[in-house]
């Protein structure tokens, strides 16, 4: 078994410190050194294509770029790279979105991929112009993608739904292949919906148990639909020559941060209605109780699993931190247990994926492992071809 690869676009700017922002934290909130250019954005992804990653994940939400905008303006700056679009269903239209993603697929074939957000933030959505409850979130996204995987499919849909109506709606030209769909969620609303619609669904990085009891949980509601899903995994990684030098880096990270930013950036994400969000807060807790959390060692949750990056930031709060070939033994147990792919991402993104792709990779191919050659994005199970109405 390979696993596929992905690294991350901080379309909010980077820093060689953690950078606040992500999930649950409002607009203005990631302040970073390093400006998120359309240069600096095209040197990361031009890097992850050259050590034969499949993909890139670009963030939506409040606090960061456009995702769409961004992966269109650097599709050219790469050959084969996909861009993994984050985007929430429902603040634009089924039949938009379809199309966006349709016109996307066409000039650039095979390169997009879809990362389904519903959003665990109610200040966040209202934001935006959405007032629905989380259930009501996902009940909507249901209706969504059921609309959007018709359009892909080639039919002209007329439905009424609690959430979603159309009429007539088509598409001039359905993608081919279709675009894979990724999609996250911890809550019990979120099971039934990934399980009817993802190609992929995403988890943050929890220790390997816990990893594996949420794969059986997808799995079982995957198979109650007739369908089989694959699992991905989102983490933060500091790898380096050895392991000393890798904890060294986490205790540069830890000693950026003080208690009035980790205290704030809490109280902030205490208010998510995320599920996930508050699992990765559950990870650290006793820690910022006890106020140990100034020892990076200490925020060893599992082995080479630290938590210290969800201090201050929200969603993706763990990393992989180690030697190359300590990293690379944890990649091989999460694959061991069901995940096969990994979105990974480090401070500062550049230099990460630098020491990731030259120290991990490596080891990664001569375990059989990773191989470039089949990294290129694969289209879900195959959707009926139907010609569009005209």
């Known amino acids: 078994m390979t696993v596929k690869l992905h690294w991350f676009l901080p379309t909010y700017g980077d820093s060689r410190a953690i950078v606040g922002g992500g999930h649950g934290t409002p607009a203005g909130a990631a302040h970073s050194d390093r400006e998120a250019t359309l240069d600096y954005l095209a040197a990361i992804v031009r890097s992850a294509e050259t050590f034969g990653f499949t993909g890139a994940l670009i963030p939506t939400g409040a606090w960061c770029e456009d995702a769409f905008i961004t992966a269109a303006m650097l599709a050219r700056e790469t050959m084969s790279l996909a861009f993994l679009v984050a985007f ?16 996307f697929a066409r000039h650039a074939p095979g390169r997009i991929l879809l990362n389904v957000v519903v959003g665990g933030e109610a200040h966040e959505q209202r934001s935006f112009g959405d007032y629905l409850d989380k259930d009501g979130r996902y009940q909507r996204a249901d209706e969504f993608l059921d609309v959007v995987r018709r359009l892909w499919a080639g039919q002209t ?3 009424n739904g609690n959430h979603i109506s159309v009429q007539q709606a088509s598409l001039a030209l359905p993608p081919n292949p279709v675009p894979p769909l990724y999609f996250g969620g911890s809550s019990a609303a979120a099971g039934p919906v990934a399980a009817r619609h993802a190609d992929v669904y995403l988890t943050w990085g929890e220790p390997p148990e816990a990893v594996r009891e949420k794969i059986a949980w997808i799995s079982a509601l995957g198979e109650r639909q007739g369908r089989t899903l694959r699992f991905g995994i989102r983490l933060h990684t500091i790898s380096r020559d050895t392991s000393a030098e890798a904890w060294q880096q986490a205790d540069r990270l830890i000693a950026g941060l003080d208690e009035d930013t980790v205290g704030a950036t809490q109280a902030g994400l205490a208010r998510s209605q995320s599920e996930g969000q508050q699992r990765m807060r559950a990870l650290h807790e006793s820690h910022r ?7 990076a060692r200490s925020l060893e949750i599992a082995p080479n699993l630290w938590a210290g990056v969800g201090l201050v930031r929200g969603g993706a709060g763990t990393a992989l931190v180690g ?7 944890r990649i091989a147990d999460y694959a ?6 990994f979105i990974f991402s480090g401070y500062p993104h550049l230099e990460e994926l630098y020491w990731f792709g030259e120290g991990v990779v490596p080891i990664l191919r001569e375990r059989g492992l990773f191989d470039p050659a089949v990294s290129t994005p694969s289209p879900p199970a195959s959707i009926p071809f139907v010609s569009a109405a005209q």
């Not at 109780?289 to 020892?295: S, V």
């Not at 030697?323 to 033994?329: F, G, I, L, P, R």
């Not at 061991?336 to 792919?341: F, L, R, V």
């Open 88 to 103: 929430r269903p429902g603040l634009v239209s089924p039949t938009l979105s379809a199309q966006m993603a349709a016109t």
């Open 157 to 159: 849909v007329t439905t």
């Open 336 to 341: 061991a247990i069901g995940i096969d792919e």
């Open 289 to 295: 109780a006890a106020g140990t959390w100034h020892d």
């Open 323 to 329: 030697s190359h070939t300590e990293v690379a033994d």
